[in-house]
Protein backbone atom coordinates (compact mmCIF):
# COMPACT_ATOMS: atom_id res chain seq x y z
CA UNK A 1 0.00 0.00 0.00
CA UNK A 2 1.21 3.34 -0.78
CA UNK A 3 1.41 5.99 1.73
CA UNK A 4 -1.53 8.17 1.64
CA UNK A 5 -0.20 11.10 3.93
CA UNK A 6 2.60 11.80 0.84
CA UNK A 7 2.16 15.10 -0.41
CA UNK A 8 -1.65 15.99 -1.99
CA UNK A 9 -1.62 18.04 -5.27
CA UNK A 10 -4.78 20.58 -5.59
CA UNK A 11 -6.60 21.12 -8.80
CA UNK A 12 -8.59 23.79 -8.58
CA UNK A 13 -12.34 23.21 -10.61
CA UNK A 14 -12.89 27.14 -10.93
CA UNK A 15 -16.46 26.61 -9.19
CA UNK A 16 -17.84 28.48 -6.49
CA UNK A 17 -21.48 28.67 -5.95
CA UNK A 18 -23.20 26.86 -8.88
CA UNK A 19 -26.23 24.24 -9.27
CA UNK A 20 -27.66 25.25 -6.61
CA UNK A 21 -31.21 23.42 -7.80
CA UNK A 22 -29.44 20.35 -8.01
CA UNK A 23 -30.58 17.64 -6.18
CA UNK A 24 -28.35 14.95 -4.75
CA UNK A 25 -30.06 12.26 -7.05
CA UNK A 26 -28.73 14.70 -10.30
CA UNK A 27 -25.05 14.21 -8.89
CA UNK A 28 -25.63 10.71 -8.43
CA UNK A 29 -26.65 10.27 -11.93
CA UNK A 30 -23.63 11.61 -13.38
CA UNK A 31 -21.25 9.31 -10.80
CA UNK A 32 -23.26 5.93 -12.55
CA UNK A 33 -23.62 7.68 -15.96
CA UNK A 34 -19.44 7.58 -16.24
CA UNK A 35 -19.54 4.17 -14.65
CA UNK A 36 -21.90 3.02 -17.47
CA UNK A 37 -19.87 4.63 -20.31
CA UNK A 38 -16.77 3.23 -18.78
CA UNK A 39 -18.60 -0.19 -19.13
CA UNK A 40 -19.69 0.46 -22.32
CA UNK A 41 -16.35 1.33 -24.23
CA UNK A 42 -14.41 -1.51 -22.28
CA UNK A 43 -16.49 -4.04 -22.22
CA UNK A 44 -15.30 -4.77 -18.43
CA UNK A 45 -17.77 -6.47 -16.43
CA UNK A 46 -21.22 -4.25 -14.76
CA UNK A 47 -20.92 -1.57 -12.65
CA UNK A 48 -21.31 -1.94 -8.87
CA UNK A 49 -23.30 -0.20 -7.09
CA UNK A 50 -23.70 -1.67 -3.50
CA UNK A 51 -24.11 -0.09 0.26
CA UNK A 52 -21.00 -0.25 2.48
CA UNK A 53 -22.90 0.92 5.69
CA UNK A 54 -25.32 3.63 7.09
CA UNK A 55 -25.62 6.38 4.36
CA UNK A 56 -22.58 5.06 2.88
CA UNK A 57 -22.71 4.31 -0.38
CA UNK A 58 -19.82 2.62 -3.41
CA UNK A 59 -19.82 2.98 -7.25
CA UNK A 60 -17.57 1.15 -9.04
CA UNK A 61 -16.73 -0.03 -12.61
CA UNK A 62 -14.33 -2.15 -14.11
CA UNK A 63 -12.50 0.22 -16.70
CA UNK A 64 -9.44 2.14 -17.41
CA UNK A 65 -9.33 4.17 -13.91
CA UNK A 66 -10.03 7.66 -13.56
CA UNK A 67 -7.69 10.37 -13.94
CA UNK A 68 -7.32 14.19 -12.44
CA UNK A 69 -7.53 15.08 -16.41
CA UNK A 70 -10.78 14.07 -16.54
CA UNK A 71 -11.64 16.67 -14.08
CA UNK A 72 -11.28 19.20 -17.34
CA UNK A 73 -14.72 20.41 -19.15
CA UNK A 74 -14.36 19.49 -22.54
CA UNK A 75 -15.81 17.48 -24.94
CA UNK A 76 -15.01 13.78 -25.21
CA UNK A 77 -14.34 12.45 -28.85
CA UNK A 78 -14.31 9.00 -27.26
CA UNK A 79 -17.39 9.59 -25.67
CA UNK A 80 -19.47 11.23 -28.65
CA UNK A 81 -18.51 8.57 -31.12
CA UNK A 82 -19.55 5.47 -29.48
CA UNK A 83 -23.18 4.57 -29.65
CA UNK A 84 -23.52 3.28 -26.16
CA UNK A 85 -22.32 5.89 -24.17
CA UNK A 86 -24.73 8.56 -22.27
CA UNK A 87 -22.17 11.11 -21.52
CA UNK A 88 -21.12 13.68 -24.04
CA UNK A 89 -19.02 16.39 -22.25
CA UNK A 90 -16.52 16.50 -19.34
CA UNK A 91 -18.99 18.30 -17.32
CA UNK A 92 -20.78 15.75 -15.22
CA UNK A 93 -17.96 15.31 -12.64
CA UNK A 94 -17.04 18.09 -12.02
CA UNK A 95 -20.80 18.87 -11.65
CA UNK A 96 -21.48 15.97 -9.57
CA UNK A 97 -18.65 17.13 -6.78
CA UNK A 98 -19.82 20.26 -6.88
CA UNK A 99 -23.33 19.57 -5.26
CA UNK A 100 -21.72 16.66 -3.13
CA UNK A 101 -19.41 19.27 -1.33
CA UNK A 102 -22.59 21.85 -1.56
CA UNK A 103 -25.02 19.27 -0.32
CA UNK A 104 -22.34 18.24 2.40
CA UNK A 105 -21.88 14.76 1.03
CA UNK A 106 -18.67 13.33 1.80
CA UNK A 107 -16.67 12.04 -1.57
CA UNK A 108 -13.68 9.61 -2.27
CA UNK A 109 -12.88 9.08 -6.18
CA UNK A 110 -10.07 5.98 -6.21
CA UNK A 111 -8.59 4.78 -8.77
CA UNK A 112 -4.93 3.51 -9.72
CA UNK A 113 -3.75 6.84 -10.74
CA UNK A 114 -4.68 8.14 -7.42
CA UNK A 115 -7.48 8.98 -4.65
CA UNK A 116 -9.67 12.36 -5.26
CA UNK A 117 -11.88 14.03 -2.29
CA UNK A 118 -12.71 18.23 -2.42
CA UNK A 119 -11.88 20.62 -0.25
CA UNK A 120 -12.33 24.85 -0.66
CA UNK A 121 -9.36 26.65 -1.19
CA UNK A 122 -8.04 30.50 -2.67
CA UNK A 123 -7.30 30.11 -6.16
CA UNK A 124 -3.41 29.78 -6.91
CA UNK A 125 -2.75 33.80 -7.02
CA UNK A 126 -5.80 35.11 -5.89
CA UNK A 127 -5.94 34.35 -2.13
CA UNK A 128 -9.13 36.45 -1.79
CA UNK A 129 -11.18 33.87 -4.18
CA UNK A 130 -12.06 30.74 -2.27
CA UNK A 131 -12.76 27.69 -5.56
CA UNK A 132 -13.71 24.25 -5.12
CA UNK A 133 -10.62 22.15 -5.94
CA UNK A 134 -9.87 18.20 -6.15
CA UNK A 135 -7.38 17.46 -3.71
CA UNK A 136 -5.36 14.21 -5.66
CA UNK A 137 -2.85 12.31 -3.44
CA UNK A 138 -1.36 8.93 -4.52
CA UNK A 139 -3.07 5.82 -4.65
CA UNK A 140 -4.18 3.56 -1.83
CA UNK A 141 -4.68 0.86 -4.04
CA UNK A 142 -2.27 1.30 -7.36
CA UNK A 143 -3.51 -2.18 -8.21
CA UNK A 144 -7.17 -0.81 -7.99
CA UNK A 145 -8.73 -2.20 -11.41
CA UNK A 146 -11.34 0.46 -12.71
CA UNK A 147 -12.87 3.50 -10.76
CA UNK A 148 -14.78 3.46 -7.00
CA UNK A 149 -16.47 6.58 -6.10
CA UNK A 150 -17.50 6.26 -2.20
CA UNK A 151 -20.13 8.39 -1.20
CA UNK A 152 -21.05 8.96 2.73
CA UNK A 153 -23.97 10.87 4.02
CA UNK A 154 -26.35 9.55 1.03
CA UNK A 155 -30.24 8.22 1.61
CA UNK A 156 -30.44 5.17 0.40
CA UNK A 157 -33.63 7.18 -1.40
CA UNK A 158 -31.00 9.40 -3.19
CA UNK A 159 -29.64 6.20 -5.05
CA UNK A 160 -33.13 4.76 -5.62
CA UNK A 161 -33.91 7.82 -7.23
CA UNK A 162 -30.84 8.46 -9.15
CA UNK A 163 -30.78 4.86 -10.40
CA UNK A 164 -34.51 5.85 -11.67
CA UNK A 165 -32.94 8.02 -14.34
CA UNK A 166 -31.33 4.98 -15.95
CA UNK A 167 -33.27 2.23 -18.64
CA UNK A 168 -30.56 -0.24 -17.32
CA UNK A 169 -32.11 -0.18 -13.82
CA UNK A 170 -36.02 1.02 -14.50
CA UNK A 171 -37.18 -3.02 -15.92
CA UNK A 172 -38.55 -1.20 -18.75
CA UNK A 173 -38.61 -4.26 -21.22
CA UNK A 174 -37.72 -3.88 -25.27
CA UNK A 175 -40.25 -4.54 -27.58
CA UNK A 176 -38.56 -3.51 -30.56
CA UNK A 177 -35.19 -2.59 -31.53
CA UNK A 178 -34.16 -0.04 -34.58
CA UNK A 179 -31.09 1.85 -35.98
CA UNK A 180 -32.86 4.93 -34.22
CA UNK A 181 -33.70 3.37 -30.68
CA UNK A 182 -36.02 1.33 -28.82
CA UNK A 183 -39.36 0.80 -28.56
CA UNK A 184 -40.21 0.32 -24.96
CA UNK A 185 -43.02 -1.18 -22.84
CA UNK A 186 -44.80 0.68 -20.15
CA UNK A 187 -44.42 -1.50 -16.90
CA UNK A 188 -47.07 1.21 -14.73
CA UNK A 189 -50.15 1.90 -17.25
CA UNK A 190 -50.85 4.84 -14.79
CA UNK A 191 -47.50 6.03 -15.30
CA UNK A 192 -45.75 8.70 -17.44
CA UNK A 193 -43.69 7.11 -20.58
CA UNK A 194 -40.42 7.41 -20.32
CA UNK A 195 -38.24 8.83 -23.01
CA UNK A 196 -33.96 7.67 -22.62
CA UNK A 197 -30.86 9.06 -24.74
CA UNK A 198 -28.72 6.70 -25.00
CA UNK A 199 -30.32 4.58 -21.94
CA UNK A 200 -31.00 8.29 -19.64
CA UNK A 201 -33.71 9.53 -19.06
CA UNK A 202 -34.72 13.26 -20.36
CA UNK A 203 -38.24 13.26 -20.16
CA UNK A 204 -41.48 12.04 -19.68
CA UNK A 205 -45.10 11.61 -21.24
CA UNK A 206 -48.44 11.24 -19.78
CA UNK A 207 -49.88 10.08 -22.65
CA UNK A 208 -47.71 8.25 -25.00
CA UNK A 209 -48.52 4.75 -25.05
CA UNK A 210 -45.12 3.58 -25.30
CA UNK A 211 -41.56 4.48 -23.60
CA UNK A 212 -38.59 5.04 -25.92
CA UNK A 213 -34.93 4.90 -26.07
CA UNK A 214 -33.45 6.92 -28.86
CA UNK A 215 -29.96 6.06 -29.62
CA UNK A 216 -28.97 7.88 -32.77
CA UNK A 217 -29.14 11.94 -31.60
CA UNK A 218 -30.52 14.55 -34.07
CA UNK A 219 -28.66 17.48 -33.95
CA UNK A 220 -31.75 19.46 -32.04
CA UNK A 221 -31.66 16.76 -29.84
CA UNK A 222 -28.09 17.11 -29.36
CA UNK A 223 -28.41 21.00 -28.68
CA UNK A 224 -31.26 20.66 -26.32
CA UNK A 225 -29.76 18.46 -24.04
CA UNK A 226 -28.71 20.53 -21.21
CA UNK A 227 -26.32 20.01 -18.28
CA UNK A 228 -29.62 18.67 -15.88
CA UNK A 229 -29.79 16.43 -19.23
CA UNK A 230 -33.70 16.41 -17.83
CA UNK A 231 -37.02 17.95 -18.78
CA UNK A 232 -36.01 18.16 -22.26
CA UNK A 233 -38.43 19.51 -25.04
CA UNK A 234 -41.03 17.23 -27.08
CA UNK A 235 -39.88 19.15 -29.71
CA UNK A 236 -36.12 17.93 -29.66
CA UNK A 237 -37.20 14.22 -29.47
CA UNK A 238 -40.47 13.99 -31.54
CA UNK A 239 -38.91 13.42 -35.07
CA UNK A 240 -36.57 10.61 -33.73
CA UNK A 241 -39.29 9.10 -31.79
CA UNK A 242 -41.34 9.29 -35.31
CA UNK A 243 -38.69 7.42 -36.87
CA UNK A 244 -37.90 4.61 -34.57
CA UNK A 245 -42.12 3.98 -34.61
CA UNK A 246 -41.84 4.02 -38.87
CA UNK A 247 -38.88 1.60 -38.87
CA UNK A 248 -40.57 -0.46 -36.08
CA UNK A 249 -41.54 -4.28 -38.00
CA UNK A 250 -43.01 -6.25 -35.19
CA UNK A 251 -46.94 -6.64 -34.49
CA UNK A 252 -46.22 -6.23 -30.45
CA UNK A 253 -45.74 -2.91 -31.00
CA UNK A 254 -48.22 -2.06 -34.51
CA UNK A 255 -50.55 -4.16 -32.92
CA UNK A 256 -50.69 -2.01 -29.75
CA UNK A 257 -50.68 1.34 -31.74
CA UNK A 258 -53.68 -0.61 -33.80
CA UNK A 259 -55.71 -1.02 -30.42
CA UNK A 260 -55.02 2.45 -29.91
CA UNK A 261 -56.34 3.71 -33.39
CA UNK A 262 -59.77 2.72 -31.99
CA UNK A 263 -59.70 5.64 -29.17
CA UNK A 264 -60.55 8.68 -32.35
CA UNK A 265 -63.86 7.16 -31.61
CA UNK A 266 -64.02 8.20 -27.65
CA UNK A 267 -61.41 11.07 -28.06
CA UNK A 268 -59.08 8.97 -26.10
CA UNK A 269 -55.94 8.64 -28.16
CA UNK A 270 -52.50 8.21 -27.07
CA UNK A 271 -50.16 11.11 -28.70
CA UNK A 272 -48.24 8.79 -31.12
CA UNK A 273 -51.72 7.96 -33.22
CA UNK A 274 -51.43 11.67 -33.72
CA UNK A 275 -48.85 11.34 -36.00
CA UNK A 276 -50.68 10.13 -39.09
CA UNK A 277 -47.71 8.80 -40.76
CA UNK A 278 -46.71 6.45 -37.25
CA UNK A 279 -50.88 5.86 -38.03
CA UNK A 280 -50.40 4.78 -41.11
CA UNK A 281 -47.43 2.91 -40.39
CA UNK A 282 -48.64 0.28 -37.83
CA UNK A 283 -51.45 -0.49 -40.72
CA UNK A 284 -49.16 -1.59 -42.42
CA UNK A 285 -47.16 -3.55 -40.15
CA UNK A 286 -50.31 -4.83 -38.54
CA UNK A 287 -51.59 -6.12 -41.97
CA UNK A 288 -48.25 -7.72 -42.69
CA UNK A 289 -48.90 -9.86 -39.57
CA UNK A 290 -52.57 -10.30 -39.16
CA UNK A 291 -55.45 -11.02 -41.00
CA UNK A 292 -58.01 -7.35 -40.59
CA UNK A 293 -60.30 -4.73 -42.29
CA UNK A 294 -60.10 -1.43 -41.35
CA UNK A 295 -63.44 0.00 -40.80
CA UNK A 296 -64.55 3.78 -39.65
CA UNK A 297 -66.87 3.95 -37.23
CA UNK A 298 -69.94 4.81 -39.58
CA UNK A 299 -68.62 1.45 -40.98
CA UNK A 300 -68.68 -0.76 -38.06
CA UNK A 301 -72.70 0.69 -37.48
CA UNK A 302 -73.78 0.99 -40.85
CA UNK A 303 -71.45 -1.49 -43.30
CA UNK A 304 -73.63 -3.99 -43.75
CA UNK A 305 -73.58 -7.49 -44.43
CA UNK A 306 -70.19 -7.36 -44.85
CA UNK A 307 -69.08 -6.78 -41.50
CA UNK A 308 -70.62 -9.84 -40.71
CA UNK A 309 -68.91 -11.36 -43.39
CA UNK A 310 -65.32 -10.26 -42.45
CA UNK A 311 -65.98 -11.56 -38.95
CA UNK A 312 -66.82 -15.05 -39.93
CA UNK A 313 -63.97 -14.95 -42.42
CA UNK A 314 -61.79 -14.82 -39.01
CA UNK A 315 -60.71 -10.98 -40.03
CA UNK A 316 -60.10 -9.01 -37.17
CA UNK A 317 -61.62 -5.01 -37.66
CA UNK A 318 -59.53 -2.41 -37.12
CA UNK A 319 -61.58 0.85 -36.37
CA UNK A 320 -59.40 4.21 -37.75
CA UNK A 321 -60.32 7.79 -37.93
CA UNK A 322 -62.19 8.65 -41.64
CA UNK A 323 -58.18 10.84 -42.33
CA UNK A 324 -56.38 7.41 -41.88
CA UNK A 325 -59.14 5.40 -43.77
CA UNK A 326 -58.80 7.84 -46.66
CA UNK A 327 -55.35 7.47 -47.11
CA UNK A 328 -55.71 3.52 -47.02
CA UNK A 329 -56.59 2.69 -50.10
CA UNK A 330 -53.15 3.60 -51.63
CA UNK A 331 -51.25 1.56 -49.54
CA UNK A 332 -49.79 -1.82 -49.34
CA UNK A 333 -48.46 -4.35 -46.74
CA UNK A 334 -44.47 -5.40 -46.33
CA UNK A 335 -45.65 -8.04 -48.61
CA UNK A 336 -47.00 -5.80 -50.90
CA UNK A 337 -50.47 -7.13 -50.65
CA UNK A 338 -53.23 -3.79 -50.47
CA UNK A 339 -54.54 -2.69 -47.08
CA UNK A 340 -58.15 -3.94 -47.04
CA UNK A 341 -61.16 -1.96 -46.20
CA UNK A 342 -64.92 -2.37 -46.90
CA UNK A 343 -64.10 -1.55 -50.08
CA UNK A 344 -60.78 -3.72 -50.46
CA UNK A 345 -62.58 -6.31 -49.07
CA UNK A 346 -65.51 -6.64 -51.12
CA UNK A 347 -63.86 -6.45 -54.33
CA UNK A 348 -61.53 -9.52 -53.05
CA UNK A 349 -64.91 -11.43 -51.99
CA UNK A 350 -66.06 -10.56 -55.26
CA UNK A 351 -63.20 -11.80 -57.33
CA UNK A 352 -62.44 -14.97 -55.18
CA UNK A 353 -66.15 -15.75 -55.41
CA UNK A 354 -67.95 -18.88 -56.40
CA UNK A 355 -71.83 -20.01 -56.65
CA UNK A 356 -73.34 -22.84 -54.96
CA UNK A 357 -75.49 -24.15 -56.66
CA UNK A 358 -78.49 -25.51 -55.64
CA UNK A 359 -80.25 -28.54 -58.02
CA UNK A 360 -84.29 -27.97 -58.21
CA UNK A 361 -84.53 -31.77 -56.32
CA UNK A 362 -82.84 -30.38 -53.12
CA UNK A 363 -86.06 -28.14 -52.80
CA UNK A 364 -88.37 -27.86 -50.51
CA UNK A 365 -92.05 -28.11 -51.98
CA UNK A 366 -92.95 -24.26 -51.46
CA UNK A 367 -89.37 -23.20 -53.00
CA UNK A 368 -90.78 -25.38 -55.52
CA UNK A 369 -94.23 -24.09 -55.97
CA UNK A 370 -92.76 -20.50 -56.04
CA UNK A 371 -89.92 -21.95 -59.36
CA UNK A 372 -92.51 -23.40 -60.82
CA UNK A 373 -93.79 -19.63 -61.82
CA UNK A 374 -90.75 -19.02 -63.96
CA UNK A 375 -92.03 -19.92 -67.21
CA UNK A 376 -95.27 -18.57 -66.73
CA UNK A 377 -93.60 -15.14 -65.96
CA UNK A 378 -91.32 -14.97 -68.62
CA UNK A 379 -94.77 -15.82 -71.12
CA UNK A 380 -96.01 -12.85 -69.16
CA UNK A 381 -93.58 -10.76 -69.68
CA UNK A 382 -93.60 -11.17 -73.30
CA UNK A 383 -89.59 -12.01 -73.22
CA UNK A 384 -88.31 -15.35 -75.90
CA UNK A 385 -84.86 -15.86 -73.47
CA UNK A 386 -83.28 -16.95 -76.91
CA UNK A 387 -83.59 -13.54 -78.06
CA UNK A 388 -82.77 -11.91 -74.86
CA UNK A 389 -79.03 -13.75 -74.67
CA UNK A 390 -80.73 -16.40 -71.87
CA UNK A 391 -79.76 -19.94 -71.65
CA UNK A 392 -80.50 -21.24 -68.09
CA UNK A 393 -81.99 -19.78 -64.74
CA UNK A 394 -80.13 -21.49 -61.58
CA UNK A 395 -80.74 -20.80 -58.02
CA UNK A 396 -77.33 -20.26 -55.63
CA UNK A 397 -77.31 -20.25 -52.15
CA UNK A 398 -74.14 -17.72 -52.08
CA UNK A 399 -74.02 -14.23 -54.28
CA UNK A 400 -71.69 -11.37 -54.75
CA UNK A 401 -71.43 -8.67 -52.29
CA UNK A 402 -73.01 -5.01 -53.52
CA UNK A 403 -71.73 -1.80 -53.38
CA UNK A 404 -73.74 -1.31 -49.69
CA UNK A 405 -72.04 -4.59 -48.72
CA UNK A 406 -74.66 -7.38 -48.63
CA UNK A 407 -75.41 -10.02 -51.19
CA UNK A 408 -77.16 -9.16 -54.13
CA UNK A 409 -80.49 -11.14 -54.89
CA UNK A 410 -79.56 -11.82 -58.45
CA UNK A 411 -77.21 -11.05 -61.13
CA UNK A 412 -77.55 -11.51 -65.01
CA UNK A 413 -74.28 -12.72 -66.61
CA UNK A 414 -74.00 -12.05 -70.56
CA UNK A 415 -70.72 -13.87 -70.86
CA UNK A 416 -72.58 -17.67 -69.72
CA UNK A 417 -75.82 -16.19 -70.92
CA UNK A 418 -77.17 -17.13 -67.51
CA UNK A 419 -79.34 -15.60 -64.63
CA UNK A 420 -78.78 -16.74 -61.07
CA UNK A 421 -80.71 -15.93 -58.03
CA UNK A 422 -80.19 -16.43 -54.68
CA UNK A 423 -82.04 -19.11 -53.19
CA UNK A 424 -83.83 -16.95 -50.10
CA UNK A 425 -86.19 -15.37 -53.14
CA UNK A 426 -87.82 -18.45 -53.60
CA UNK A 427 -89.44 -17.79 -50.01
CA UNK A 428 -92.51 -15.91 -51.28
CA UNK A 429 -93.54 -15.61 -55.20
CA UNK A 430 -92.86 -12.02 -54.79
CA UNK A 431 -89.37 -11.88 -54.03
CA UNK A 432 -88.53 -14.57 -56.57
CA UNK A 433 -90.44 -12.96 -59.43
CA UNK A 434 -89.48 -9.32 -58.45
CA UNK A 435 -85.98 -10.16 -58.89
CA UNK A 436 -86.38 -12.26 -61.71
CA UNK A 437 -87.98 -10.23 -63.53
CA UNK A 438 -85.26 -7.41 -62.88
CA UNK A 439 -82.06 -9.58 -63.88
CA UNK A 440 -84.37 -10.65 -67.22
CA UNK A 441 -84.77 -6.36 -68.07
CA UNK A 442 -81.18 -6.51 -67.91
CA UNK A 443 -80.78 -9.28 -70.18
CA UNK A 444 -83.45 -7.46 -72.83
CA UNK A 445 -81.49 -4.20 -72.42
CA UNK A 446 -78.39 -4.33 -71.71
CA UNK A 447 -78.60 -1.67 -69.56
CA UNK A 448 -77.13 -1.67 -65.86
CA UNK A 449 -78.55 -0.78 -62.56
CA UNK A 450 -79.17 2.99 -61.70
CA UNK A 451 -79.29 4.33 -65.39
CA UNK A 452 -82.09 5.94 -67.15
CA UNK A 453 -81.56 2.92 -70.06
CA UNK A 454 -82.26 0.37 -67.17
CA UNK A 455 -85.63 2.18 -65.91
CA UNK A 456 -86.89 2.95 -68.75
CA UNK A 457 -87.02 -0.84 -70.17
CA UNK A 458 -88.35 -1.80 -66.39
CA UNK A 459 -91.12 0.82 -66.99
CA UNK A 460 -92.27 -0.95 -70.32
CA UNK A 461 -91.81 -4.06 -68.53
CA UNK A 462 -94.19 -3.11 -66.00
CA UNK A 463 -96.52 -2.03 -68.50
CA UNK A 464 -96.01 -5.18 -70.85
CA UNK A 465 -97.14 -7.71 -67.30
CA UNK A 466 -99.73 -5.41 -66.55
CA UNK A 467 -101.46 -5.24 -70.10
CA UNK A 468 -101.26 -8.82 -69.65
CA UNK A 469 -102.54 -9.07 -66.45
CA UNK A 470 -105.65 -6.72 -67.37
CA UNK A 471 -106.04 -7.58 -71.02
CA UNK A 472 -109.78 -8.18 -70.88
CA UNK A 473 -110.14 -4.48 -69.48
CA UNK A 474 -107.52 -3.71 -71.79
CA UNK A 475 -108.76 -4.82 -75.38
CA UNK A 476 -111.37 -2.22 -75.33
CA UNK A 477 -108.69 0.46 -75.18
Known amino acids: MVDVSAAVQYFDLNIEEVLEHWPVPFAIREIIANALDEYAITGTPDPAIVKLGDAVWEISDYGRGVRYQHLTQNENAEKRGHPGVIGQFGMGLKDALAVF ?38 PSDPRRVGTTVILRGVADSDIEAAKHYFLRYSGDTVLEDCEYGQVLARQDKKAPGNI ?47 SILIASRSAEVA ?20 WLDVALHACQVLATHEKVVFVTAFDLH ?176
Open 196 to 242: YVKGLLVAQEENFLFSYNITSLTKKLRQALNRERSNVGRSAYTDRIK
Open 302 to 477: YGGPQVDYARDEGYRLVVVPDNIAEKLGGLADFEGKPLVDLDQYRQNWNESFSFTFVDPSAFSAAEHDVFELTGPVIAAAGLDLSRIRVKSIHISETMRLNDSGGQVVGVYEPENQRVVIRRDQLRTAVAYCGTLLHELTHAASGATDGTLQFEEALTTQLGVLAVATLKNRVAQY
Open 255 to 274: GALADGLGGYETGRIHDELN
Open 101 to 138: HRRGIGVRIQSRYGDITTTMRPKDGFPDIVTLHAAVSP
